[in-house]
Nanobody
Framework: QVQLVESGGGLVQAGGSLRLSCAPSQSIFSFNAMAWFRQAPGQQRVLVAA???????TYADFVKGRFTISRDNAKNTMYLQMNSLKPEDTAVYYC?????????WGQGTQVTVSS
């Protein structure tokens, strides 16, 4: 069973920054892709940013230019750097990892942006 441990969430004022981390229990190279999703209260879970195993990146339009997904192979950790945060970015953020057709989810970390 793959474990994904997220950290880095918290409360920040609008315009501020946070960096989320996702540490998997297996090597990052085990996964076909990793990504960040988020779910705001009363809304569906949506994709924020993704990184397939080739290291390319894709972003949802609502975070382009503000968020950056990256990974540190030596630390076996994936990150989501979030800048210029807005109140509408408030959500629970989830790390996911896809491996052999199975999607694994982290427990989520709360991000709250105050106006």
């Amino acid at each position: 069973q793959v474990q994904l441990v997220e950290s880095g969430g918290g409360l920040v004022q609008a315009g501020g920054s946070l960096r989320l981390s996702c540490a998997p229990s297996q090597s990052i190279f085990s996964f076909n892709a990793m990504a960040w999703f988020r779910q705001a209260p009363g809304q569906q879970r949506v994709l924020v940013a993704a990184m397939p195993s080739d290291g390319s990146t894709t972003y949802a339009d609502f975070v382009k230019g503000r968020f950056t997904i990256s990974r540190d192979n030596a630390k076996n950790t994936m990150y989501l750097q979030m800048n210029s945060l807005k109140p509408e970015d408030t959500a629970v953020y989830y790390c996911i990892a896809d491996m052999r057709g199975v999607r694994h989810w982290g427990q989520g970390t709360q991000v709250t942006v105050s106006s």
